[in-house]
T-cell receptor
């Protein structure tokens, strides 16, 4: 069975400082991993995906994530936070056959 | 806009009533998924379709829930005899399917269901 653990339920950073959102996964297969972002009362937007190519994955809006198999981690980072980054972030794992398994989410707050 | 479209955006109904939601996927996507998201939680998988075939159902999908995708295009999710615990955001997603492997799923804005 697959699962995802997001290690922080809430992260607060100052505008212009780095962002780190932590995620550990468990999968019996070679997993596909994703990060999605959700703004209030909206659906989910794909930030980036890992599917066994390069271990450092670049996504939209300056986000990137590094797949570390030895640590079963897929942490999301951004060098400099912007006010518009404030949202809920979900780490997601999936095998080849479709349904996504979501973490519980990390709420990112950005302080001016 | 060629994204995933869900209707209605909000539904308020009394306990015991039936409700139906609609999802229109991205036109070239043959996989369609339904998820449920309760407050403060990540979405949970309910069911998915490859074209018109319903390939998997979660144990969360009780016998009060039924989903259809009759022509392999839009899908409906019906909840019969609604209960308080059905209050949630219902999300639809679509993706390209096999043989291209696990393609990203694209989500609609969801239907928020409130049971009075």
């Amino acid at each position: 069975a697959q699962s995802v653990t997001q290690l922080d339920s809430h992260v607060s950073v100052s505008e212009g400082t780095p962002v780190l959102l932590r995620c550990n996964y468990s999968s019996s297969y070679s997993p596909s991993l994703f990060w999605y972002v959700q703004h209030p009362n909206k659906g989910l937007q794909l930030l980036l995906k890992y599917t066994s190519a390069a271990t450092l994955v670049k996504g939209i809006n300056g986000f990137e994530a590094e797949f570390k198999k030895s640590e079963t981690s897929f942490h999301l980072t951004k060098p400099s936070a912007h006010m518009s980054d404030a949202a809920e972030y979900f780490c997601v794992v999936s095998d080849l056959h479709g349904p996504l398994v979501f973490g519980k989410g990390t709420r990112l707050s950005v302080i001016a | 806009d060629t994204g995933v479209s869900q209707n209605p955006r909000h539904k308020i109904t009394k306990r015991g009533q039936n409700v139906t939601f609609r999802c229109d996927p991205i036109s070239e996507h043959n996989r369609l998924y339904w998820y449920r998201q309760t407050l403060g939680q990540g979405p949970e998988f309910l069911t998915y379709f490859q074209n018109e075939a319903q390939l998997e159902k979660s144990r969360l999908l009780s016998d009060r829930f039924s989903a259809e995708r009759p022509k392999g295009s839009f899908s409906t999710l019906e909840i019969q005899r609604t209960e308080q615990g059905d209050s949630a955001m219902y999300l639809c997603a679509s993706s390209e399917g096999a043989p291209r492997g696990n393609q990203p799923q694209h989500f609609g804005d969801g239907t928020r269901l409130s049971i009075l």
